[in-house]
């Protein structure tokens, strides 16, 4: 049974760091993606970050610079580093597991908010 499961979040001032963890066991498939997405209040969920099997990374404007996405294959976690946190980075974040098999699987969601 496929599982992923995020964590990590919390409460930060404003220019603090948090880190999230995404673990994603029970899945076969030796080539995957492992995206972060968020969803601030009343708008839609955007991606993030993302990490390949091959551990290319991709960011989009709203992680780029100032977050980092690696990943520990040993304990099938894969890890969204944030830093220089703004209160416009205040919002759930989930973690999406896509295998090549067409596998679409989602984390519960972790929340984070930035204030001071």
């Known amino acids: 049974q496929v599982q992923v499961v995020a964590s990590g979040g919390g409460l930060v001032q404003p220019g603090g760091s948090l880190r999230l963890s995404c673990l994603a066991s029970?899945?076969?498939?030796?080539?995957?993606?492992i995206g972060w997405f968020r969803q601030a209040p009343g708008k839609g969920r955007e991606g993030v970050a993302c990490i390949y099997s091959d551990g290319t990374t991709v960011y989009t404007d709203s992680g780029r610079g100032r977050f980092t996405v690696s990943r520990d294959n040993a304990k099938s976690t894969m890890y969204l580093q944030m830093n220089s946190l703004k209160p416009e980075d205040t919002a759930v974040y989930y973690c999406?597991?896509?295998?090549?098999?067409?596998?679409?699987?989602w984390g519960q969601g972790t929340q984070v908010t930035v204030s001071s």
């Open positions: 029970g899945f076969a498939s030796d080539k995957y993606s």
């Open positions: 999406n597991l896509q295998t090549a098999g067409g596998g679409d699987y």
